[in-house]
């Protein structure tokens, strides 16, 4: 994976400048013809990004041993909770035993990590996960303190429709919240095992859940920051320097938001873009939409942006993620009230308003090609416009509770990367 650049910004979107104007110094001098520039999703240090970037890339020479390639790893400050699986990584919690309720110590380091000046909080809610205090009130308490964490993110961020805005499952009824998180939690981890005869889960196992979904929310208003205010503008740079460096913006999870913000952070008339490739992206589906078909006089918050791309926006997405295709939903629909769903039910029962990219690709946008993997990398895919792949065949590994989220190391997936950017 050479020659390859990092840049690093942060929860402002503010980029190291000496990262930056290196790789606009170097990118022509090393040759480089399509430049790669991938954003991790909620890896929560340099070593997991860098990490994945590398295994990701690995194939990529082999497929396209003659193209003048160069790789960026964007580095932005987000977070994973050790319990959440990644495929193939055997230093993650891939092959660990079930997660205890509690917070554990990297769990509870990432937080202080991203959340420097909220130390004591995080330690209250630590104690509250361990010491489980009875009756509704407790987790009312537990609920008021997950709101007083997200309320000291006092950083702007964007929603992805007109009508996003703060997820009402931290305005609503905790306890109530708590109680769906946790019958959403044990579908997941029971789906495929055998029936054990009914029991109604503790909704202080899904008080956990609550936390990270607050974690989650502040990941997805950071990485429309960073994306916007930070990569946007610093491709606009290197265009100007590098007029004839195509560059392919390519993203994971939240990552997948912050390469398709940087789109509204472009300087008008740069068309350096030639494809997105958002892998699990972790934001609306209807992001793109000129009309939300919900409320037709609302739209997505990067209408028609699609077109700022010399060349495709594809997005690849898989039913077997189930942070995606379980707990995004809920957590964006959940106010309180006493619907029940939970499973694979969630998603029809909450309807499509409440759907993520990658779950079920773009939405409500119209000319949007759908395709499945094999079909996609059979043949050419569009020039331009929006595409949606179904990688379900090899997005498909990882346990409770995100599911196949992370499992995007796969050479097809670099594949069709290089296919959305036409590199050969």
Known sequence: MTPYWELTFDADGDVDGPERDQLVAQVT????????????GWNDDRSSATALYRRFFAPVPGL????????????W???????????????????????????????????????????????????????RPGG????????????????????????????????????????????????????????GAPAEGFSIPN????????????????????????????LGPAIGRLADAAPGVRVH??????????????????????????????????FSHYAFAERVPQAPDRSGALKDLQRRIDGPLVSCYSHFDAALGTFYPLASRLSGDDRS????????????????????????VPGTVRLDLATALASALPATGCVSIDAASVVRLGGAPAGAHSDIVHPELARVILAAGRIT
């Open 29 to 40: 001098e090393r040759g480089v013809r399509d430049l790669i520039v991938f954003a991790h």
């Open 249 to 282: 913006l390519a993203g994971h999870s939240f990552g997948g938001r912050l390469v398709s913000f940087a789109l509204r952070g472009l300087p008008d008339g740069v068309r350096a873009v030639k494809s997105v490739t958002l892998l699990q992206g972790a």
């Open 136 to 191: 509704p009130e407790g987790l009312t308490q537990f609920g008021g303190l997950v709101r007083q964490l997200i309320d000291g993110e006092n950083r702007p961020g964007v929603a992805d429709t007109e009508e996003d805005g703060e997820p009402r499952v931290f305005t609503g009824d905790p306890a109530s919240a708590c109680e769906e998180f946790a019958e959403a939690l044990a579908s997941v981890r029971s789906a």
């Open 203 to 230: 909704p202080w196992n899904g008080a956990k859940e609550l936390l990270r979904q607050a974690t989650y929310y502040t990941m997805k208003r950071r990485a429309g920051t960073v994306g916007e205010r930070g």
């Open 341 to 364: 769903c939970v499973g694979s039910e969630i998603a029809a029962v909450l309807g499509p308003e409440w759907g993520a990219m990658g779950h079920d690709g773009v939405q409500a």
């Open 77 to 131: 400050p987000s977070m994973r909770f050790s319990d959440e699986p990644i495929p193939d990584f055997p230093e993650s919690a891939a092959l660990a035993p079930p997660p205890t309720a509690g917070l554990d110590p990297d769990t509870r380091r990432a937080l202080v990590a991203v959340f420097p000046d909220r130390t004591s909080l995080i330690d209250q809610l630590a104690r509250m996960l361990d010491e």
């Open 64 to 75: 396209a041993p003659h193209a003048r390639l160069g790789y960026v790893g964007v580095i």
